[in-house]
Structures are given as C-alpha cells and as structure tokens.
C-alpha cells in the first residue's frame, strides 16, 4: 500500500539509513536529487574550462602534468554524477540538452576568468577548497549512489586543493611581481568563492526541505562560515590578504566575522550574465557538437556487437 513505502521511505531517512535506486521515494526528492546532481555534474564539466586554458601555457613540464590530471579529474568526476542521475531514470543526452540550453544551471565560480597562471593556483586552494568543504558532508548525503560518489570525488577534490595550494607557497617564495600575481588572483577569487556556497539561508529555496530529507546536512550560511574559519589561518602562513575589510575575529561566537557579500552579483551570474556564461556553453556546446560522430559510431558499433552475439 501507498501509506506502507512511504513511512518506510521516512524511516530511512530518519534512521540514517540510504535511499536506493530502486526504494519508493517521493516525486518532489527525486526531482530535487536530479537537479542538484546534474548541476553538480554540469559543473565538474564545465569547471574544465578555466584551467583547461592554462595546459598549453602551464610553465613548466611538472605544472604541466599536475595540471593535466585535474582536469582530467574533473571529467571523471563529471561523468561519475551523470551516472549518479541515471540511476534516478534521468538520461544523460537529455540533461546536457538542458545545460546547453540554459535549463539548468552550473556553478556560478565558473563564469570567470582565468586571466593568469596564479589563478590556477588560487582556484585550487579557493574553489577546490569552497567544494571539498560543501562537498564532505554530502559523502552522508542520503541518496546512496551520491553520497558514495561523493567519497572518491572528495578525496581527488583534496589532491587538487593541496596542489593549488603548494604552487601558490611556491609562487609566494619567489619574485615580488610572482607575489603580486597571487595577490592579485586572490582579490578577484574571494568573494565568488564566497558566492559558490549559494543565498543566504533566508533565501534559499531548497536548503529547508533538503535538510528535512538529509540530502543536505548543513545549509549553505553554516558551511560557508566554516569555510571563512578555515582558510583565514592559510591565508596568514601564505602571506596573502583576503579582501575584506571587515573581516575579524569575533569571540563571542567563536568565529569570523566577514563583510557583506554583493548578492546582486550571484544573482546576475546564476541568471546568465556574469563574465564568461556565453563563453562557457558555447565552447560546451561546440564540444558536444564535435563529438556527434564519435557518439554515433559507438552507438553503431554496439548495434553490430549486439548483432553478432544474437546470431
Ligand atoms: N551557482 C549557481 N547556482 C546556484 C548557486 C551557485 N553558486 N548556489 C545556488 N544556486 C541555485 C540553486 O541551484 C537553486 O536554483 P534552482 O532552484 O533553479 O535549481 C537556487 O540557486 C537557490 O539555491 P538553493 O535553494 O540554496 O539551492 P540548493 O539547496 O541546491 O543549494 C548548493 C545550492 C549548495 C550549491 C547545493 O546544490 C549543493 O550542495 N550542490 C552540490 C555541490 C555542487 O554542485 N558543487 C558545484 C561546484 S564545486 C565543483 O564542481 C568543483
């Protein structure tokens, strides 16, 4: 009966226990689940684009190579979440269509530029940094094949941060305009990475009902704080300012203070109009297009297989 799966449902979640594929689940989590798993995985593809730029012009084979592998992480990670949604009864074709076509939204961090080499740097210590701490309390997140992604990506994720951070310790030892280029990648990666946590809570659409069911376990003011507490210290040992003025210490609540983030900038960047969102689905949508034949003759070639092992 209706009644019986649906308090079965509620049990799950209210033991802590996993939702699995194949478990009744309500209309409203499962459309919740696609959604933020296809941008999640919208935003692993399209977050190759900013550093991708840099493998050609990486200055030195190591740089190079280290470089390479994240982005080749990012595709993996990518594809592991469409995986993730296919297990909802999404189709992958259909959820790049809606991507292509702005139906569905990417994170708003990669809709800027990456305009020098201590950028690659800043977005693995920032960004990679903002993502591992959203990302490792979604390893309980309570639909099983998420959260379990979650657990690789998470580690890979912490390579990359570690990464972005030794470049920018090895960037800081050398020339004062080296220095000066990572202080400069930090003022403009600051406040986005801030925005990458979402609105405010009193804003936020889904954070209340998505608490209620464990997809997410903090909302997005609490772990955006936990981020500010955070890098604070490793931005001291880096020897960088983060730009903000009113950043400080508040012992009374036994954590940093921080200044107004500029709302109307995430919203203008969600909506399609920051620095690089036209940029970044053409380039999506070029790549997509390119690839039509490889997509057809695997497509053929599984036809014949299939073929073959009926005769
Ligand atoms: N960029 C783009 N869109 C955003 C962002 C952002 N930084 N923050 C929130 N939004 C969107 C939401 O998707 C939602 O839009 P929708 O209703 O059209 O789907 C709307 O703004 C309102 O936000 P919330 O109600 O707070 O949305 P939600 O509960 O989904 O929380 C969050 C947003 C925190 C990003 C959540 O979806 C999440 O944890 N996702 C998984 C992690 C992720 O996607 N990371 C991607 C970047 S990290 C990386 O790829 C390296």
């Known amino acids: 009966p209706a ?9 799950t979640i209210e033991r802590d226990q996993r939702v699995e594929p194949r478990d009744w689940m309500p209309g409203r989590y499962r459309t919740t689940m696609v959604r933020q798993i296809a941008q999640h995985a919208h935003s692993e ?4 684009q900013p550093e991708g730029a840099w493998i050609t012009r990486a200055p030195s084979l190591r740089r190079k190579a280290i470089l390479l592998a994240k982005v080749q992480d990012e595709a993996g990670h990518g594809l592991y979440l469409y995986s993730a949604a296919e297990t909802l009864g999404a189709d992958r074709a259909d959820l790049t269509r809606r991507l292509i076509s702005g139906r569905q939204k990417y994170s708003s961090i990669f809709n800027y530029p990456t305009t020098t080499f201590a950028d690659v740097g800043v977005i693995g210590w920032l960004v990679d940094g903002a993502a591992i701490c959203n990302q490792v309390p979604l390893c309980r997140s309570s639909y ?18 570690r990464q972005g951070y030794e470049m920018l310790m090895c960037l ?37 009902q998505s608490m209620a069911w464990k997809i997410k376990r903090h909302t997005n003011d609490e772990l ?7 890098t604070v210290p490793q931005a001291r040992a880096l020897g960088v300012t983060l730009p903000d003025p009113d ?5 009374e609540r036994g954590h940093h203070d921080f200044g107004e983030i500029d709302w109307s900038e995430l919203k203008r960047v969600i909506s399609g109009d920051g620095p690089c969102n036209a940029e970044r689905i ?19 070639h599984a036809a014949k297989q299939a073929d073959t092992a009926g005769r």
């Open 3 to 11: 009644d019986g799966v649906e308090a079965h449902f509620e049990r």
């Open 45 to 48: 593809i399209i977050g190759m």
């Open 144 to 161: 099983g094949p998420y959260a379990r992604a979650m657990v690789r990506i998470c580690k890979e994720e912490s390579f990359h941060q």
């Open 172 to 208: 800081m030892r050398g020339t004062p305009a080296q220095r000066e280029m990572v202080q400069d990648a930090v003022d403009r990666w600051w406040w986005p990475s801030l925005m990458m946590f979402g609105p405010p809570d009193a804003d936020s659409t889904h954070t209340a």
């Open 224 to 230: 955006r704080q936990r981020f500010v507490d955070m």
């Open 247 to 251: 950043l400080r210490w508040n012992e």
């Open 282 to 300: 053409e380039v999506r949508r070029a790549a997509h297009e390119d690839g039509a034949w490889v997509r057809e003759a695997a497509a053929a």
